[in-house]
């Protein structure tokens, strides 16, 4: 199986079944099939074949979500790419990657355009809008031959099989890491590699084709990709929102859809437990929520819990390599809250030390991941490759280093304990940000942390807390100090607090830490 034939299979079984609502539109998996068709074809009579790398720079909509399918029928590989992603570093992936052609919209035809003049791979753009450059079928920008992104499939049409010799082993996606230091790395991802994420995480979630699926994440962002990957799977709907920028206008939108699984990340959940009108929206019917990214503190997740009493929270970890690696059982929440689990089904995980050598329970080390899963590796970077992808335990076999470190309690559950570049040395002792972050969010009132290591004469490095208040509450910075000093050793005490009305993010979400100082 390849991963778009779940979807041709469910847009002939389910063909006028809703499969996404977005923007006031509802769409049947034939109407997502029929676009996903006209693209396709379309990308093949101008060249695009096996292989072949095409970047979808698109807002979350039904076209992107009908490009995704429209390049795998071609058998060639997507690329998503964030649309808040600048000119210069679009040029610099579509260059790593030698991509062939991209897929875009006219609100950001300066960026892409910059891009392109840069991109000389790149020998046709699509372009998505009412207003297209000039005469879009003789303009060209760069190398590139800009066409109008196709309305729908020309009717009576036949659309012969253009992939028929794509097999589970080829790639199906190449996903840029953040890139939040050094230039992004493109992850490579095979049919097989996704097929499995898609069907591990969809059961150990439980998921099935009565749910409707929230999802404001990015469709760059794998954890927001993979929603529409599983729900098209099984036959679900999705009610997709281009951003979680206005929580209230979502609430409503999952309200009337009557939502029953919402995929967040940190960020997300602490502009939800700021408001202050959930009450105002009927979400009886949401029975999931998902948390990855980073690990929740357990002070939102006790908020979470009580916003919805009714709905199961998983705390999970993965990574753009792999996708998923671990969930916390709902019912594992009151006995170990900061923990994000175990393994999830078919793959295996392990600790190890600093020499590679396998921990037992109760340990502190690198995460290492066992799985068909697992990355093919990173695009054109074969050192990059080699120090993530090792020898695994049988012959011939490469394992996946994480370069994240957690520790593990007696019975094996795993609690993160930070990127091994993020830990700070102080006074000759390693400090997990992360611990440290989880006692200042025990502050009430507190939205947001971000705890970094910064040069220190005397201690080598000093830890410091960047603190996020919500609105009417105050704290001074001896107040912070003196209530980690209440909880943690004097080692781990942040010497220094900064408050901040907002920490910078990644493309994903994240809070992203470089360059706070």
Known sequence: MRLHDFFASAAVRLATKTALVCDGR???YADIAAQAQALALSLHQ???????????FLDNSEAM????????????????????????????????????????Q?????????????????????????????????????????????????????LHPLDAAVIDQDLAAIIYTSGSTGHPKGVMLTHLNMITAQQS??????????????????????????????????????????????PVKVLQTMAREGVTVFPGVPTMFALLTALNNLADFDLSRLRLITNTAAALPESHIRRMRELFPRAKLYSMYGLTECKRVTYLPPEQLDIRPTSVGRGMPNEEVWLVDDAGRRLPNGSTGELVIRGSHVMRGYWNKPAETAERLRPGPLSGELVLYSGDVFRTDAEGWLYFVGRKDDIIKSRGEKVSPREVENVLYE??????VAVVGVNDALLGQAVKAFVVLAPGRAYTERDVIKHCHARLENFMVPKSVEFATSLPRTDTGKIRKTGLC
């Not at 101008?46 to 979808?56: E, K, N, Y």
């Not at 390049?71 to 991509?99: E, R, S, W």
């Not at 990015?218 to 929102?241: C, H, I, R, S, W």
């Not at 502050?443 to 947001?448: D, I, N, R, Y």
């Open 26 to 28: 509802r769409s049947s």
């Open 46 to 56: 101008h060249g695009i074949r096996r292989g072949d790398r095409v970047a979808l």
């Open 106 to 158: 006219t609100a950001l035809t300066s960026v892409a355009s910059g891009a392109l003049t840069l991109a000389p791979s790149v020998h046709a753009c699509w372009m998505l809008g009412d207003a297209t450059p000039a005469d879009a079928t003789q303009a060209t920008i760069g190398h590139a031959t800009c066409l109008p992104y196709p309305a729908g499939r020309p009717a009576d049409t036949p």
């Open 65 to 104: 979500v009908a490009a995704v399918f429209a390049v795998l029928q071609v058998g060639a590989v997507f690329m998503p790419v964030n649309t808040l992603t600048k000119a210069d570093k679009l040029a610099y992936m579509l260059n790593d990657a030698q991509a062939s052609a991209l897929v875009t």
């Open 201 to 246: 995480v969809s059961q150990y979630l439980g998921l099935h084709e009565d749910d409707i699926i929230a999802c404001a994440l990015p469709l760059a962002f794998d954890y927001g990709l993979y929603q529409v990957l599983m729900a098209f799977k099984l036959g679900a709907t999705v009610v997709l929102e281009r951003s979680f920028t206005y």
């Open 443 to 448: 502050l009430p009132g507190v939205l947001e």
